[in-house]
């Protein structure tokens, strides 16, 4: 029997249509009239559960900004040490301020959101796929191929599912709806969900054509990159109780070289040759991106328009008037840090000396004399710096909300500049239809590096980092303000830039495995800081512990909040199972270790 699911369709169905959908080209007509049952489960319905199942990367509606945002910049950031909460005090969307200090708990509603939305994505994938067996190639020629899209999407919200909450019910199309609350969770380990994820991303890899007419479809590259992560995150071996790395699985690592080769070997992508166009609407599905969440703006649906609605709340104030949350962190800001011959602290003394603080009677910058890696002014704003193409101001102190609490510095990354005429000045605030890159070549180059570190091979990794820090040194540094100067009372300069910009190559002397590690990862960091991926980054390494640990306790001094802030090694590498879902399935859920229902 299929009841259940036909209503659980029917009503996605229908929010999909509400807040948007997921592609520019394919969907860019809303439909009309009535959608009947006999309709959407039929070959005449068929594009709209597809549609819908692309529509839920979006995170549809406004609780993507607050409860289950697509970026994780929550549950990825915030629980790490790249970002405070942010906004107006820690009661500000105080279960925010529960991932920040690890006092989540399972009948957090955002968590259950969080679940939902995946899971929905989960059904919308299953319901066009039982469509989908109905059908023969004579009635829908790429039949295979929308089978293979939907399997492929199928897995991305699956592995999405399996490092939030680690223990996951697999529901594949063929389960009848009626079975769905007797699924039980621990069915499987994580190392056997993730190789599942894996095959599936595989599988559909085989199917997919390299390119696809309408922007944001699933492709074999995307396939090849979403299956190299997978089997990223299977190489580390993980006791199930402990959550603690016990191993790295070489087979794995290999594969991951395999299918990241696969990806550069086909020339189609490469770096953008300017940083700043990852967030420029100019370039949006452009040679770096492998795969983007496709937005608009002003399309003819209603409001803004199908806008990507996960940072509302992160937007500074000043000529945005935003709510100030996702600040970068001071530890991030200091990691930019860099020595005499452009590279990183890796020896961790970076943490001794905190870069750029702002001096609140005079608003001017101190401890702004040392060497930097340019990037920190890409991603970071910073009180008196010029900020992206914007000529009133720079950057100003009063842009920054909540100085006190959560320091000198916001996110400058995920918008469009505030003169762009491409954005909402009402509610949501300065919503844009700017894309959310979900897979980009950089990513490609770090994944590939570090698997051949870890199999030894780490002479092999060292030109895929240089690529990465090359295109840092070779981009359009950020210049020193030279605009009107009224109100302005401080304006950095070293040289015409905003910063002491030093960043070089890592040399072939001393390059060893152990370097190499140490490099990779801090690389990782400083390329991908505020893509909602260093949480989980920190946990398959198994070092979120110590991370963690020592972050608080640098922090909690200025950042008085930290100091009831503990990482239970063992319990906080995931979130709980949402009470909710375990009521739903008639006790048939287990819980992760350290959580209760």
């Not at 006999?38 to 509606?61: E, F, K, R, W």
């Not at 080769?261 to 020339?267: E, K, Q, T, V």
């Not at 910073?382 to 992206?388: E, S, T």
């Not at 100067?485 to 002397?509: C, L, Q, R, W």
């Amino acid at each position: 029997m299929k009841k259940k699911l036909t209503y659980i369709v029917l009503s996605i169905v229908a929010s999909a249509f509400l807040c948007g959908c997921n592609t520019k080209d394919f969907l860019s007509v809303t439909p009309s009239g009535v959608i009947t049952e006999d309709i959407l489960l039929s070959v005449d319905g068929l594009d709209l559960l597809i549609n819908s199942a692309y529509a839920g990367l979006m995170t549809p509606g406004s609780n993507g900004s607050m409860s289950s945002p697509a970026t994780n910049w929550s549950y990825g950031e915030v629980r790490a040490d790249n970002a405070y909460k942010g906004g107006g005090n820690t009661s500000d969307q105080a279960q925010i301020h529960n991932i920040e200090i690890y006092t989540v708990s399972a009948t957090d509603s955002n968590i259950n959101t969080k679940w939902n939305n995946l899971y929905y994505g989960v059904y919308r994938c299953n319901a066009a796929l039982n469509v989908l067996k109905s059908v023969t190639a004579e009635q829908v020629p790429n039949v295979e191929v929308l089978k293979a899209e939907m399997r492929a999407l199928r897995a991305y919200f699956y592995f999405e599912l399996q490092r939030l909450f680690n223990q996951i019910p697999w529901i594949l199309d063929d389960v009848d709806a009626e079975e769905y609350a007797y699924i039980r969770n621990d069915v499987y380990t994580r190392d056997q969900l993730l190789g599942m994820i894996a095959k599936e991303f595989e599988d559909a890899a085989a199917i997919l054509p390299e390119t696809q007419k309408d922007l944001g479809r699933m492709t074999k590259y995307a396939a090849y990159g979403f299956a190299a992560k997978t089997y990223l995150y299977k190489a580390y071996v993980q006791d199930q109780k402990t959550h603690a790395v016990t191993g790295i699985t070489s087979a794995d690592l290999e594969k991951v070289v395999d299918y990241t080769s696969r990806i550069i070997n086909s020339g189609k992508f490469k770096l953008f040759d300017d940083w700043q166009k990852l967030d420029m609407l100019e370039y949006e599905n452009g040679e770096e991106f492998i795969f983007e969440v496709q937005y608009s703006f002003n399309d003819g649906s209603s409001r803004a328009g199908r806008t990507n609605n996960n940072n509302l709340l992160n937007l500074p104030q000043g000529p945005y008037s935003g709510d100030g949350f996702y600040r970068p962190s001071q530890d991030l800001v200091n990691a930019y840090q860099t020595d005499d011959n452009g590279l990183p602290l890796l020896d961790g003394s970076f943490q001794n000396k905190d870069y750029d603080l702002l001096d609140t009677a005079t608003e001017q910058n101190l401890n702004i004399d040392g060497n930097v890696d340019p990037r920190l002014d890409f991603v970071v704003g910073r009180a008196n710096v010029r900020w992206k193409t914007y000529e009133v101001t720079p950057c100003m102190a009063y842009w920054m909300r909540a100085v006190d609490i959560y320091g000198n510095h916001v996110s400058k990354r995920f918008c469009l500049s505030p003169e762009s005429p491409n954005a909402y000045r009402a509610w949501p605030w300065f919503a844009s239809g700017l894309n959310w890159s979900l897979l980009r070549y950089a990513n490609i180059l770090l994944w590939k590096a570090e698997a051949l570190i870890e199999l030894g091979r780490q002479d092999e990794a060292r030109p895929l980092i240089n690529e990465i820090r090359n295109r840092a040194k070779n981009s359009p540094w950020v210049t020193a303000w030279d605009g009107d100067m009224t109100n302005v009372k401080f304006t950095p300069d070293f040289n015409g830039y905003a910063a002491n910009y030093v960043i070089d190559e890592y040399p072939a002397s001393g390059w060893t495995k152990e370097y190499a590690r140490e490099a990779l990862r801090f690389e990782t960091r400083l390329e991908l800081a505020l893509e909602g991926e260093r949480f989980f980054d920190l946990v398959r390494w198994g070092v979120a512990s110590e991370v963690m640990t020592k972050f608080f306790e640098a922090e909690k001094d200025i950042r008085v909040y930290y100091g009831i802030a503990e990482f239970v090694a063992g319990k906080d590498e995931y979130y709980p199972i949402p009470t909710n879902q375990w009521k739903y399935t008639h006790d048939s859920y287990v819980q992760n270790n350290g959580y209760s229902f």
